[in-house]
């Protein structure tokens, strides 16, 4: 459990949590608790804790109570001078304390709410080391006069001034370095950050690793992690303020081993910079949108990727006020069998909770219509250090304790069964709380009163004592087990995108939001407010103080709509589906015969990509005068065309291994080529402006098609349709009449459409059922087209410059395009977002993909198989002399063909 990963380990019954919020903790001395009448017993050892607003003494014996006392309480602090009288025992000197109370914590060791004794009161302490009395006194006179100053802003600089102070004259105990030969970097003060819990010290950082050691020794004398150890380090906005950095030596565990606060932006930032250099061999920095990538195509579960998006999104398990959120599902906590397969089983993820119920949403919305702005439509959040302590009360008593001023809840007003928390977050005037990863996890201890404790009687009579748990449920593990089942459910794969929009998307805040009924107070919002910019100490505190307690909105992660995940289903749509609904086209239909599909099973064509790496030369051969320009494969195989800049088009036997025929359309060069479904026929395109087709079966040129006013640079064919691309800043269809043969007059097809770019077209390409094209121009942009209305879905400038190749994957989801600026871009076709962005050494000329995995021909001639989930090459195989600039891939048959500016051309097998 994150929550609990990240609390204190100590054996001691002290804790951070026993001091107020916002309340530090100084120093420590062994002092004995004196009677201050005879009638009392003997003197209790123990540790005598200075703390900004309190004075706690924690007894070596645990059968006996934790003592505090809040310095406000304190009506006089003095020093009592010790006696040495020779005809008595010796009286050393002692700290005499009178207050109007004193709050008794863990009486008997048990964990229960504190017990606060009032009424005139004085107590005295005497510290081993007697030495040391004096100097504490005047540190606690100190700290009182702070404590009884009538503002709060006056009180916190007083005790903000002591802090500093105490940090200015300590620094880092450089013995404690694991080695003679570190070599340190930089140290400075910061304060750890645990839940509800901020402690001082100092951090250093060397060439080895990074430490802290915390002002008051607690609860170790330093915390050391080692650099090549970090797999992720996080910049984090703590209490509104760009301070915070969390450190985590794992890939995918969410809680960090340490999340540090400094006092100054520009040293989170060096130490942040210094640690990204060092780990850049041993760390990969990801993205929301290379996430998503992974989320889409099934490498990240539903579970991995909301914790991830909490985790960019400033959420951590250290910050009870951006605790990471998480989704109700589920809608069905009655039934005594839960049916996944129902829709009516799960919760409407397109709408914000405080929107399920019609009812209450009308009676929020006549309020929020006749509120003067700024205007919202919910008084509390979804998420805040309260609702996480609701959920998690059981094994987190402290932190609610601490939270509460030693108080539980009214036993009425805890957690004490799904089913009525789901009825009142649907029903509630106030409540529209999410839920935390917790209830998605393996730990189930936190619905469970393991501990025993005492959380009170409902009116009812009942006790508070395990959550009880929705009928269909047999046990607390049988219920997360089925929650997290719903989690990952064909539903909601389906629709927790639209979740995702409302919290970490462009439906978080502006009109999205306001349309989809999602406004919160604006001080929830990231940037709602800068309490730098409020000069009253005491109105900036409370307002801190308010927007901390309150719940904060996490960091907007996207600001458009977010892609649908790639499920089994949408898999599966029939291409008459497809056809009517072409965004949504999965159909692995063949786009022509030239790459033979129809055999082609999603296993084997994991199989070809996963053996990817063992890529074998077979043969080349220099059959051109200048850089090939295009390739296209006779349906047996055995007849290989190529287009190159030298203005010719030739035939390559495989068989006979050399050149059959060669033909020149005219003196300029020949941009692409391709093979008609009938077979028979190689359609050329020409820097001349014009398209030809040759006749393989009579071997001449058969027709010209003049159809463009600059360079025709890449053709598709589907169906009947011709798509010619070109410089002219346009892509032309044209259509094939019905009762053509080999022999009909080219010329005489059909213009359908034209579609019109803002700058010279460069490469074109169809998904495999044809319903979508996508272009990339001069520009840098990508547009995509609905093949059947010719109308522009998705117009996105991805690359600054020319795009060089564009290509849908297999699933028609993503678009992938490589650009001059040496970038690869992978571009979501439903929303046009840029999910994955890759910077290469060099320009990437031509590729093919399979959504995840890309073989691309680079500018100095290399192959290198990418891998866009993470990012990073995997292989890299010497090829070309020169830029490869065309590339063609069968996977039915594990081939590949390359062609480069060395005028080679080269054929490949993938060997299993």
Known sequence: MAFLKSRERTKHRFSLLLLDLEEYYFEQHTAKLVPTSSKEDRKVRGSFKVCSKSIIFDPDDHAEPIIKIPLRDCQLIKFVEGETNPFSDPRPSAISISCLQLIYIKESNVIAPYRNERGDQKICFQLEVCSKTEDVVQTLLQLHRASRLDKLGDQTAMIEANLQSRLARSSFDKNCFQSVAERPHMECSVERVTPLVCNPGHVCITDENLYFQPLNGYPEQVIQIRLHRVRRIYKRRHGLRPLG????????????????????????????????????????????????????????????????????????????????VFPWVLSDYSSKQLDLTNPASFRDLSKPVGALNKERLDRLLARYRGMPDPAFMYGSHYSSPGYVLFYLVRVAPEHMLCLQNGRYDHADRMFNSVGETWKNCLEGATDFKELIPEFYGNDSSFLENKLSLDLGRRQNGSLVNDVVLPPWASDSADFLQKHRTALESQFVSEHLHEWIDLVFGFRQRGSEAVAAHNVFHPLTYEGGIDCDSIKDPDQRIAMLTQILEFGQTPKQLFSSPHPQRITARLSNMTRSQSSSSPLSDMSPVSQSEESSFEDLTEESRKLVWTNMGNLNLISSHKIHKEALTGVAVSRDGSAIFSTSQDSTLKMFSRELKDFQRSVSFSNMALSSCLMLPDGKTVVCSSWDNNVYFYSVPFGRRQDTLMGHDDAVSQLCWFDDRLYTASWDSTVKVWQCPANSSANHKRAHLNLLSELEHDAGVNTISLNTSGTLLVSGGKDGTVSIWDTSSYSTLQQVNCHTGNIHHIAFSPDSRHVLSVGADCCMKVMDVQTGMVISSVKADEEQRCFCWDGSLVLAGGQSGDLLLWDLISNTVTKRIQAHSGAVTIMWMNELCSSVITGGDDRQIMFWKISS
């Open 245 to 324: 950095l969390e450190v985590f030596c794992t890939e995918n565990d969410f809680c960090s081993d340490i999340y540090l606060k400094f006092y100054k932006t520009e040293d989170r930032d060096e130490i942040y910079y210094y640690i990204a250099t060092f780990l850049e061999n041993h760390m990969t920095e990801h993205t929301a949108e290379s996430y998503m990538l992974q989320w889409q195509r099934g490498h990240l579960s539903n579970y991995e990727y909301l914790l991830h998006l909490n985790n960019l999104a400033d959420r951590s398990c250290n910050d009870l006020s951006q605790y990471p």
